[in-house]
C-alpha cells in the first residue's frame, strides 16, 4: 500500500470517526423541540427561518445556557398582562421580549437597516457563554447560506455548531449603533438583516442547530435563514 493511499484511508477514517461521534451526540441529546398551546409545529423545517425564540425544551445546560436565572423580558420588562407576549416562556433563563410598533418609536423607527414586523417574539439581552439550541427537520441534505436579522448595541461576536460540531468559526455581527438618534436605550432596537453570515453543511433529517453568543453581547436575535445554495 503506498503512503498516499494509506494517507487517504486515515483521512477517510478520521472523518467518518467525527461523523459517528457526531451523530452519537445528538443521539444523546436530552432536550426536545418547543411547543406550546399556540405553537404546535415542533421541530423547525429546513430551508426556512428559524425562529429564534422556539429553542428547545430541556432547560438549562440542555436547550440553553445562560448567564442569569431571570427571564429579563417577560414578566420584567414586559409585565404579566395574561398576555402570550408578555408571560412567553417567563419561567426560563433566556431573555425574551417582542418587537413593539409604537409613538414614539421603538422597533418602527427610522433608524432600522431592515424593515421589520411587529409583535415578533426574539431573543435578547444575550452575553458572552451563551448558547440557544434548537431541534431542526432538515429536508435536504445540502450546504445551506445562512441570514440573521438581528440588533447590535456595540459590534457582537456569535458562532454557529450542528449537532455540537462548530461549523463557522468566530462571526463579526456588525453594530447597528446609530450616532444621530439621541434616545439611548433605542440603540437596542435597531434591526438590521445580514443575508450571509456564514454557510453550514447539512445531513437531511432530524439534527441539532446551535447558537452561541461568543464575545460583546448585547445582541437581539430575531431569526435565522436558511438557503440552500447546493
Known amino acids: 500500500m503506498s503512503k498516499h493511499t494509506l494517507l487517504l484511508l486515515c483521512c477517510v477514517t478520521i472523518c467518518s470517526l467525527k461523523s459517528v461521534s457526531a451523530q452519537k451526540k445528538a443521539s444523546l441529546y436530552k432536550g426536545t423541540p418547543y411547543q406550546d398551546a399556540l405553537y404546535k409545529k415542533g421541530a423547525q423545517k429546513i430551508p426556512g427561518k ?12 440542555i436547550a440553553y445556557h445562560d448567564t442569569d436565572s431571570v427571564n429579563a423580558g417577560s414578566g420584567r420588562l414586559n409585565k404579566v ?9 417567563i419561567n426560563e433563563s433566556v431573555d425574551i421580549s417582542y418587537t413593539k410598533f409604537q409613538n414614539p418609536p421603538i422597533d418602527n423607527s427610522s433608524y432600522n437597516l431592515a424593515p421589520t414586523k411587529p409583535n415578533q417574539l426574539y431573543v435578547g439581552w444575550t452575553m458572552p457563554g451563551e448558547w440557544i439550541k434548537y431541534t431542526i427537520d432538515v429536508q435536504q441534505a445540502g450546504t445551506y447560506q445562512l441570514g440573521i436579522m438581528f440588533t447590535a448595541n ?5 458562532s454557529f455548531s450542528v449537532n455540537d460540531v462548530d461549523q463557522t ?3 463579526i455581527l456588525p453594530s447597528t449603533f446609530v ?3 439621541t434616545i439611548a436605550w433605542r440603540q437596542w432596537h435597531h434591526w438590521n438583516y445580514l443575508d450571509d453570515i456564514a454557510t ?8 441539532t442547530f446551535t447558537i452561541h453568543t461568543v464575545d460583546i453581547g448585547n445582541m437581539n436575535y430575531d431569526y435565522i435563514n436558511f438557503k440552500k445554495i447546493d
Open 50 to 61: 428559524l425562529q429564534c425564540e422556539y429553542y428547545d425544551l430541556g432547560g438549562e445546560g
Open 179 to 181: 450616532d444621530a438618534d
Open 200 to 207: 453550514v453543511k447539512l445531513p437531511k433529517g432530524i439534527q
Open 169 to 171: 468559526g468566530q462571526l
Open 154 to 158: 456595540k459590534y457582537g461576536v456569535i
Open 81 to 89: 398582562d395574561g398576555s402570550y407576549l408578555h408571560s412567553f416562556r
